[in-house]
């Protein structure tokens, strides 16, 4: 059985490389049929100018397997300066290499509701929204990313707000943990999915371009590198540019980057760069976050600026516009909210502890993942995304 449905607009892809919009959203998208794919891994990127769902002839076969194969090799799983930035932020001048200084304390079973996920340096536990430093080297062209989704992976896993030490955990709704759908070629989502630290997008600030106000959430993070990630890693990544995504009326944007030790890294330094090197990416990319919730029976999300992804100054300029704000918050300048400021680090923040002062915290525990609900695996068809 196979799951069809309609979407509420096509997204088309201009010479220049910008996303825009030729014709106007409908109203809903409708669910017509679906298909359990019995936990395959496609490859996840769609020929973007395929005009309908209809049969293609076999010279766009061709081009398709052409390009998938050209993608596949980048996005195998195989072990294997820039634009003027402003100055740093007071907060922190930390060195090049973090990576090995962070480990990861597992408590409970992955795909549970207990499941959390801490960080901790030299043995303590840490906040990775507060504690992490955003920049990895003095000139801040290298920033710290947490991954919280590794690639190819459906769990929704997020760092959580509102627990003590913000621990990555994933999303709840409804009392049952969050899954993202398969929408066909993709299966789950296209990168290593996580956020910047030391980052906050203010819901009180209504953004001046996109004309709504932030998610309440660290920066996201979308990293396009070779190498598929854990959660709760630290990458050492450089940024390529930014999209705007709109949901549900607020701005989340979403960070392009790479890992700095990933073999194109060198050949990736603007926006422009990711579409020469890893052709359709970008198409897929916005297609995914346009469509992903459509199985769920959501509206198709929007994009501000007709879906263009904007060059590394424009989101080097957001992610210092949400590092400003994060120091806002973490100094008490901001009011919290629901969101959990404790730190151990910040020396401006009335919300800094010591770390004799936290509850204790469950050791590093290797359970067993619990199974997942063989329907997560389902791919949804959505008529004419690839368009």
Known sequence: MHTFIRPSTRVALSEAGVFSRPSPPRKSAQVLHHLDHNRQLPICFANCSTPSPTLASSTSVNKISSRTEQIARHFSSSKSPSNHIPPPLPSSHPPANMSSQYKTRKVGAPNTLEHRIYIEKDGVPVSPFHDIPLYANQDQTVLNMVV???????????????????????????????????????????????????????????????????????????????LVGYPGQVKQVKILGVMALLDEEETDWKVIVIDVNDPLAPKLNDVEDVERHLPGLLRATNEWFRIYKIPDGKPENQFAFTGECKNKKYATDIVRECAEAWEKLITGKTQPGDVSTTNLTVKQSPARVDPNQLPPIPQNENVTPAPIDPSIDKWFFISGAAA
């Open 148 to 226: 919280e989704i590794p690639r190819w992976t459906n769990g929704k896993m997020e760092i959580s707000k509102e627990e003590l030490l913000n621990p990555i955990k994933q999303d709840v709704k409804k009392g049952k943990l969050r899954f993202v759908r398969n929408c066909f070629p993709h299966k789950g989502y296209l990168w290593n999915y996580g956020a910047f630290p030391q980052t906050w997008e203010d819901p009180n600030v209504i953004h001046p371009e996109t004309k709504a106000k932030g998610d309440n959430d660290p920066l996201d993070v979308c990293e396009i590198g070779e």
